[in-house]
């Protein structure tokens, strides 16, 4: 789940009204015990994924409050994809104390015994995290920080009908064609599909995703491009009628683009947590729990959440949001009424699988069958007319 | 030369084998090896029996009787031909940049070469200008640019034309290429061509050679090694971009470069995969140079026969 820099003019720049003073942190925590010990923690989130001092009067930084508060001094690098920090931990090049995956990504770690048990003890905090969004499938490897789902940005001034953006079946509709703009990963796209089918978008049944991948590959035509973090270019400036993005963003886009309206089809959608973990190979456990206790603490979570942009899990710190955001529809949804499904862990052969089937709808169109043997016999005749050539010009010379 | 001053060249040669020799053993490593299921008793295991064995514990909490072994494959480089005609568009669409390229930059550089010095100073800086600022950002700047509701396509409303599809499209994948890699013609160009004296060309005029045959005979020779590595300095990085086809072509254009990045960055986490492509482009970038090199020497032979 990308973030662009454009979250920095976010709507959520909410006055907050409580002072930062030590008291804003619990008491009955020990803070301090790492005072003057020189620890410190590699931290690895997304990018523009916590709040930072931008210089105005009241602004926020996480990471210097907390290097205050506990003397523990904080690495802090940033990711912009699942599948990069994947790559990272895997090459094991580097040592993260404390990584910030989506849920999937969690599930996937969870399997190939990447990541270690956290001690809840050293995270009294975590009593504030909705129970809705701990997965009992990632306790006790994670603790929720955002969560977020997918919906469809629409441009009202396009769109005929907004009885149609119930259903997916939008984005198949002729009437749109090359105003429609698609997810450029895999895992996001084919959920699309899967969900207007009917099925799971955790199924490994091959002939379910090849039936969404036979979908993608008809809705192909009439998609104007592909993309991710363009999506904001894009809608922003009125470019395309349609584009499934998460609610977060929407917003963002929404205020730049006062055209731009969200909606959530019937068929469902994926909802994510976005969730911290301490990885194996963390050289600091313990100070890493501390950083997580401390994020989950009401006064950081807060800020995060308003700076972000994204929905909190934290039950308190959703209480002392403005009202207006508490009861904003597209931040805080009724759960209940839209239907949603989480991604796991897929088995990696259905990885390989929906990978390749993704590759074969990216790549196969637009590719004349004559370019193959077109370009081999030019560079062939290339090289046969060089050669010809030069073999002429040495008989010349020796005449 | 001075046998002691050799070792000058041994920081560089450090740097090679660290950042060029090694990276390029990993890849081939890399490429020719899978991570295979071995069971308890080192058999390896098929696709069919891991899942049998996968499905077995599934209910269970034990741990999988499976370890996993490094072993040497031929399936990755076999698998790469399915990818061979993404790798034949990424060539073609390279293919023509790199001659829309030389077109554009072989007269610049020839009348470049011909200005006064301060001049030629002037030029050379407007066309390392756009190379001053950031590649990403010189390429969504097209992307704003060609855009439907795009500055051009704005200008066409205005006198009553268009609007054109321009984005997304493989047009727009070769623009953003051409206007990329343009300097890396033109330079190598430009510094072949300042050595051919005027001295060379009146010469061949007084022997009453009419212009186009001192540009064919003459010019041209004399330059084949600019028009060699300018070749080869639009080629090579042009077959294997990836950022240009995904901001302009919208992802629908997908190249080598893309379906490599995939590998690494995608779903599937697939490095072995990934090495194999990046194997078989680099045969194809070597076959490709070679075709270029054979035009350099080719034409050495002549220079010496006109001389």
């Known amino acids: 789940m990308k973030r662009m820099i454009l979250l920095t003019l976010c709507l959520c720049t909410f006055i907050s009204v409580f002072p930062i003073s030590s008291s804003a942190y619990s008491e009955d925590y020990d803070w301090e015990r790492f005072k003057g010990k020189n620890a410190e923690i590699n931290v690895y989130n997304w990018g523009e994924y916590i709040s930072i001092d931008e210089g105005n009067e009241g602004d926020y930084d996480t990471v210097s409050e907390f290097e205050k508060l506990t003397g523990i001094n904080v690495n802090y690098t940033t990711f912009a994809s699942n599948e990069e920090l994947y790559a990272k931990l895997q090459s094991g090049g580097a040592n993260y104390d404390v990584v910030i995956p989506s849920d999937y990504m969690i599930g996937r770690l969870i399997n190939e015994d990447m990541l270690l048990e956290l001690n809840y003890d050293n995270i009294p905090n975590v009593k504030y995290i909705d129970e809705r969004f701990k997965d009992p499938l990632y306790d006790p490897y994670s603790v929720p920080y955002t969560w977020g789902y997918v919906g469809l940005i629409y441009n009202k001034t396009m769109i005929d009908d907004l009885g149609e953006l119930e259903s997916w079946d939008i984005m198949w509709n002729e009437k749109y064609a090359n105003n429609i703009l698609m997810f450029n990963n895999s895992r996001d796209a084919f959920a699309i599909s899967l969900f207007r089918e009917g099925y799971s978008v955790n199924t490994s049944n091959l002939k379910q995703l090849e039936a969404a991948a036979r979908e993608l590959e008809k809705q192909k035509p009439i998609v104007q491009s592909y993309v991710m973090d363009e999506v904001f270019d894009k809608m922003g400036g009125g470019e395309a009628a349609l584009a499934p993005y998460y609610a977060g963003d929407a917003i963002t886009m929404m205020e730049d683009n006062p055209d731009l309206g969200f909606a959530v089809p019937k068929e469902g959608t994926n909802l994510f947590t976005d969730s911290m973990c301490i990885p194996k190979g963390a050289q600091n456990k313990e100070a890493a729990e501390m950083f997580i206790n401390f994020m989950c603490e009401t006064e950081t979570a807060l800020r995060n959440i308003e700076y972000i942009c994204y929905s909190t899990p934290h039950t308190e710190a959703f209480k002392l949001l403005p009202e207006d955001v508490q009861n904003n529809g597209i931040y805080y949804p009724d759960l209940e009424k839209i239907k949603t499904e989480r991604f796991y862990a897929l088995p990696e052969t259905t990885t390989k699988q929906i990978d390749k089937m993704w590759t074969d709808i990216m790549t196969n169109t637009n590719t004349s069958p004559w370019l193959t043997p077109i370009f081999l016999v030019a560079a062939l005749g290339f090289t046969a007319f060089i050669n010809v050539r030069r073999t002429m010009k040495k008989k010349q010379n020796e005449l | ?307």
């Not at chain 2, 194999?276 to 076959?287: D, E, N």
């Open chain 2, 1 to 307: 030369m001075n046998r002691k001053s050799r070792w000058a060249a041994g920081p560089y040669i450090l740097w090679m084998i660290i950042f060029v020799i090694v990276p390029l053993v990993l890849i081939g490593v890399f490429a020719f090896t899978t991570d295979a299921p071995f069971d308890e008793n080192s058999k390896r295991l098929t696709q069919e029996e891991l899942a049998a064995i996968e499905e077995e514990y599934a209910e269970t909490d034990e741990e999988l009787p499976v370890t996993y072994k490094t072993v040497f494959t031929w399936d990755n480089i076999l698998s790469v031909s399915q990818y061979l005609p993404v790798l034949f568009n990424s060539a073609w669409l390279a293919l023509i940049a790199t001659a829309i390229c030389l077109i554009i930059g072989y007269p610049l550089a020839y009348f470049m070469s011909r200005f006064r010095a301060s001049s030629q100073r002037l030029v050379q800086m407007l066309i390392m200008l756009p190379m001053w600022m950031n590649f990403l950002l010189r390429t969504y700047a097209w992307m704003t640019l060609l855009e439907k509701n795009g500055w051009i396509n704005r200008i066409f409303g205005l006198i009553g034309v268009g609007p054109f599809e321009m984005i997304n499209t493989q047009g727009a994948v070769v623009l953003g290429m051409v206007y990329n890699y343009l300097p890396f013609m033109i330079l190598p160009l430009y510094s072949v061509m300042t050595k051919i004296e005027n001295h060379t060309i009146e010469a061949a005029q007084d022997l009453g050679a009419g212009s186009i045959r001192v540009f064919t005979k003459v010019v041209i020779p004399l330059s084949m090694p600019g028009i060699a590595s300018g070749i080869t300095m639009v080629f090579v990085p042009a077959v294997s971009t990836f950022i240009i086809s995904r901001m302009l072509g919208g992802g629908t254009n997908m190249l080598i470069g893309d379906l490599i990045d995939l590998q690494f960055l995608g779903n599937a986490y697939n490095p072995n995969l990934g090495a194999a492509i990046s194997l078989v482009l680099m045969v194809f970038i070597l076959l490709c140079m070679s075709i270029t090199n054979q035009l350099d020497n080719g034409d050495e032979e002549m220079e010496g026969k006109m001389l």
